[in-house]
């Protein structure tokens, strides 16, 4: 479902031609609470951004190291794959 401005533009035009506004209403509703929930599902909320904490940053290395044993370890065919 696409929820941006080309989405909305019908409903004037079902309302002019003597569409239900209540019924219009609730599209308009449901409409905006699926783009809402698929906005906040990607990450895209009106707060601004928040600062990365240093535990987060000391988190990323450790990450690729846990990565690196791992492939250190790996059989050589699978690495060839990769």
Do not use: H
């Not at 031609?17 to 308009?28: E, F, R, Y």
């Not at 783009?35 to 690729?64: V, Y």
């Amino acid at each position: 479902m696409v929820c941006g401005p080309t989405y909305y533009r019908g409903y004037p035009a079902a309302l002019g031609a003597g569409g239900d506004p209540t019924l219009i209403a609730g599209w308009i509703s449901e409409a905006s609470a699926v783009k809402k929930n698929a906005q906040a599902r990607l990450g895209m909320t009106d707060s601004p951004p928040q600062r990365t904490t240093a535990d987060q940053l000391d988190t990323i290395p450790e990450a690729f190291n846990d990565q690196l044993k791992f492939l250190r370890g790996a059989d050589p065919r699978d690495k060839a794959e990769l």
